[in-house]
């Protein structure tokens, strides 16, 4: 195949994605940030511009991995987000635009986050895909929450964020786009509920949470959901309610 033909460089760029893919699996975030580089040249090349763009933000996570939120945010998802801003409205703006909206949420720029979160959800709804709309959701709903964390000393507008934030969790349940997005999506409208000390409504959350946990993945992402689970499950525990969970329940979970 001609090393200068679309379909080389397409298949080349594949090679590159999962040969970084490896090595980030093997705690190499740097070496598979240079190789994700590499791909997104590859993929552009091809004409693959949506995948050049998701290995760029898979750049912008590679980074974040070793904790470099700030450089990860000026180096790839800024300079990117200008560039989807000029694009037509498509899955990868969307997706940049989230990717952007998440990062700033852990350099604590809520408003920037905020304000990308927004953009992203428009883009999606725009384009009519109910995945793209609750992935924006998720994301918007964390960031809403983390504002309502931030605002906690003035009573009425933590409230008032309190209450968006559940209110977007659960428009991303409702949809039933994607167990993973809406399982999330639970879990944080537990979390919000027990710091609430809204018990009850709780207690009418845990079992659908309960149902899902035993399917929950062996991988990173499946012990998170556990390690936040049982972080809040102790103060269901503690409230001692009808049908709350016991302690051997916590500890299974774990």
């Given at each position: 195949q001609n090393s200068t033909s679309p379909g080389y460089w397409s298949v080349y760029a594949q090679t590159l994605n999962i040969q970084a893919r490896l090595e980030l699996a093997q705690d190499k975030a740097l070496t598979a940030f240079d190789t994700w580089g590499e791909a997104a040249i590859?993929?552009?090349?091809?004409?693959?511009?949506?995948?050049?763009i998701r290995s760029r933000i898979r750049q912008a996570r590679a980074l974040?991995?070793?904790?470099?939120?700030?450089?990860?945010?000026?180096?790839?998802?800024e300079p990117l987000t200008k560039q989807l801003e000029e694009a037509p409205?498509?899955?990868?703006?969307?997706?940049?635009?989230?990717?952007?909206?998440?990062?700033?949420q852990i350099t604590e720029s809520l408003d920037k986050a905020e304000e990308a979160a927004n953009d992203a959800l428009a883009v999606a709804i725009s384009l009519d895909d109910p995945t793209q709309v609750a992935a924006s959701q998720?994301?918007?709903?964390?960031?809403?929450?983390?504002r309502a964390q931030e605002l906690s000393s003035r009573e009425k507008q933590a409230n008032n964020k309190i209450a968006e934030a559940l209110d977007l969790y659960q428009q991303v349940i409702d949809q039933g786009i994607g167990t993973a997005?809406?399982?999330?999506?639970?879990?944080?409208?537990?979390?919000?509920?027990?710091?609430?000390?809204?018990?009850w409504e709780a207690m009418n959350l845990w079992p659908q949470i309960r149902y899902q946990v035993d399917r929950l993945p062996a991988d990173r992402d499946g012990i998170y959901a556990r390690i936040n689970l049982a972080q809040n499950l102790p103060a269901l525990v503690?409230?001692?309610?009808?049908?709350?969970?016991?302690?051997?329940?916590?500890i299974t979970i774990l």
């Open positions: 590859a993929y552009r090349n091809a004409g693959e511009d949506y995948k050049s974040q991995a070793q904790g470099y939120y700030q450089q990860a945010v000026k180096q790839i998802l409205d498509s899955a990868a703006k969307s997706l940049g635009l989230r990717s952007l909206a998440e990062a700033l998720l994301t918007l709903a964390n960031i809403v929450y983390a997005d809406r399982f999330r999506a639970q879990l944080n409208q537990l979390s919000i509920l027990v710091d609430d000390e809204r018990f503690r409230w001692g309610g009808p049908d709350s969970p016991s302690w051997s329940t916590v």
